[in-house]
């Protein structure tokens, strides 16, 4: 992964081939001291991870699917479980035929390039286990919340 342009606020990100999008940038993240925040991608994958979250079971259903694809949007969030960085996000990917598959994704890796602009909040989303959901949800913080 390779920062782009930065303003402290905004950071544009380049991941290339064979780089995993999620673990960068929780990595990014934490070298920036992120504990909130947002991002969205665009670019080509050789892999991803995408999950179904079934509430009554209170499970993801993963689905590896191995094969080059357009990354055509992945929005996530930046929040924290338990003071260590965690990330959240969704995407929709297309294949050859323009065939759209998307989820909750755990692994995004890269064929050619992913650019990545990450958007930095001040202060922490702090994520709690739900017991109702069995979802870590974030939770309001002693500043700056309602």
Do not use: W
Request: net charge negative.
């Amino acid at each position: 992964m390779k920062r782009i342009l930065s303003d402290g606020e905004r950071s544009v990100l380049r991941f290339d081939e064979g780089e995993e999008v999620i673990t960068g940038v929780i990595k990014f993240c934490n070298e920036a001291q992120i504990k909130a925040g947002s991002f969205i991608a665009v670019g080509a994958c050789q892999q991803v991870i995408l999950s179904y979250y079934d509430l009554e079971r209170k499970v993801y259903e993963d689905h590896d699917i191995k094969k080059e694809m357009e990354i055509v949007c992945v929005h996530g969030n930046i929040g924290t479980v338990n003071g260590s960085v965690i990330i959240h996000a969704h995407g929709s990917f297309s294949d050859r035929q323009l065939e759209v598959k998307g989820g909750h994704i755990k692994k995004l890796i890269i064929s050619a390039t992913a650019e990545v602009i990450l958007t930095k909040l001040s202060g922490e989303i702090q994520r709690l286990l739900d017991e109702k959901t069995g979802l870590r949800l974030m939770t309001p913080s002693q500043e700056g919340a309602d």
